[in-house]
């Protein structure tokens, strides 16, 4: 268990919130131009860091709203907390995740 501060509602326990995967995974602007695996992985690759991730949360049990959150996934400490349509703070550059070429 840990907390999370929402932006509109100050800190409050994990379980009040859901977690909304990844965050700033950017739409194709022409997917009709991408490759089958160009397409999947858009759709399916995600990066998975031992460290410090970007993730989208909603305030389930509170304010319904989403936010972005910078969290160690190591230790679950929250590096940062930032609206959406925001950038990351600086220093947290979503790396992209690329399938394993095998
Ligand atoms: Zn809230």
Same mark, same amino acid.
């Given at each position: 268990?840990? #907390?999370?501060?929402?932006?509109?509602?100050?800190?409050?326990?994990?379980?009040?919130? $859901?977690?909304? +995967?990844?965050?700033?995974?950017?739409?194709?602007?022409?997917?009709?131009?991408?490759?089958?695996?160009?397409?999947?992985?858009?759709?399916?690759?995600?990066? @998975?860091?031992?460290?410090? +991730?970007?993730?989208?949360? &909603? +305030?389930?049990?509170?304010?319904?709203?989403?936010? @972005? &959150?910078? /969290? @160690?996934?190591?230790? @679950?400490?929250?590096?940062? &907390?930032? #609206?959406?349509?925001?950038?990351?703070?600086?220093?947290?550059? /979503?790396? $992209?995740?690329? /399938?394993?070429? $095998?």
């Amino acid at each position: 268990m840990f #907390l999370i501060p929402c932006p509109w509602c100050g800190e409050r326990e994990e379980s009040e919130f $859901s977690y909304g +995967h990844e965050a700033h995974i950017e739409r194709p602007k022409e997917p009709e131009k991408l490759s089958d695996a160009e397409w999947a992985d858009y759709l399916f690759m995600r990066t @998975n860091p031992k460290g410090p +991730h970007l993730e989208r949360w &909603v +305030h389930t049990a509170g304010c319904r709203r989403w936010f @972005n &959150v910078a /969290r @160690n996934t190591h230790t @679950n400490e929250i590096l940062a &907390v930032y #609206l959406m349509g925001e950038k990351p703070p600086k220093g947290f550059a /979503r790396k $992209s995740a690329k /399938r394993a070429k $095998s």
